[in-house]
């Protein structure tokens, strides 16, 4: 189980110190840290805690938007930047990145917009050995978080910016339901930088609403079959919340989420 990891936001109310020991307790041998989390504790404080549990974090989230709304993208940038140093410190390998809605903007202009600003994070993410990695959002639930939803357009937003950096957050719940998304997967293969695990029971609509692994209409069992065909060798890391499981609790989240994982998911 080295290689599963479980986002901060499965456990959203609960602090960082109740999810490292819960998934610890677990079996999960990774964490996807969520900032507030981190802020809340602190650098140094975290470092530890993680050293102590034996709990390798597996992504930082988020930096962005970067096409205005909660800051100015000069502020966005700033922000990412400093997320990138707090990342190197804790020893994380991958920073998602969320590019911002599209505020009426034409697209053609808000793409060439934030490739520039990401070559710029780019570079200083190279610089200290973090890797970006850029999440598309389902349409149905994330305009206001992101002006693209396809892969088609992510992959031409990575070779625009052509930095090693970055690459992809490939979200199950946001791309897996997708019949073109088996398309795309061998072009978008080598920018893999991290696998989110989600499962839905209808096309997102609204507010992101996540089910319990296996008991929706993603084929997650065969997606990590073919990324993993593709050679793709990172963190698989759980990302469950909205109404459906938010009601289940953070325990019951956990324990389906580990014997699913190990019985269905045995090969990972």
Request: with cysteine.
């Amino acid at each position: 189980m080295n290689k599963i990891s479980v986002s901060q936001l499965s456990t959203l109310r609960w602090d960082l110190e109740t999810d490292v020991d819960a998934y610890a307790s677990h079996g999960f041998g990774g964490i996807g840290l969520y900032r507030p989390k981190v802020e809340e504790f602190g650098i140094e404080r975290v470092s530890e805690m993680l050293l102590d549990y034996q709990i390798h974090p597996t992504s930082l989230s988020w930096v962005g938007p970067f096409t205005g709304g909660d800051l100015p993208t000069e502020e966005a940038i700033l922000d990412a930047k400093q997320a990138i140093l707090d990342a190197a410190s804790l020893g994380i390998d991958t920073v998602v990145v969320i590019a911002g809605g599209r505020q009426g903007h034409i697209y053609n202009h808000l793409r060439n917009f934030f490739c520039e600003a990401l070559t710029e994070v780019a570079a200083v993410a190279s610089r200290y050995g973090v890797r970006l990695a850029l999440e598309p959002f389902h349409p149905g639930c994330g305009r206001e978080w992101s002006f693209f939803s396809d892969l088609k357009a992510t992959l031409d937003i990575i070779e625009r910016v052509a930095s090693p950096a970055l690459g992809l957050n490939f979200d199950t719940y946001h791309v897996g339901m997708d019949r073109h998304t088996w398309d795309w997967l061998p072009d978008l293969a080598p920018y893999l930088h991290l696998v989110q695990l989600g499962d839905a029971r209808h096309c997102p609509h609204g507010e992101m609403n996540r089910c319990l692994l296996g008991d929706g209409h993603v084929p997650v069992r065969k997606l990590m079959e073919r990324i993993s065909d593709l050679g793709y060798q990172g963190p698989w890391e759980i990302e469950l919340l909205g109404q459906d499981v938010e009601c289940l609790g953070y325990e019951n989240i956990l324990n389906h989420s580990r014997h699913y994982l190990s019985r269905d998911l045995a090969p990972f």
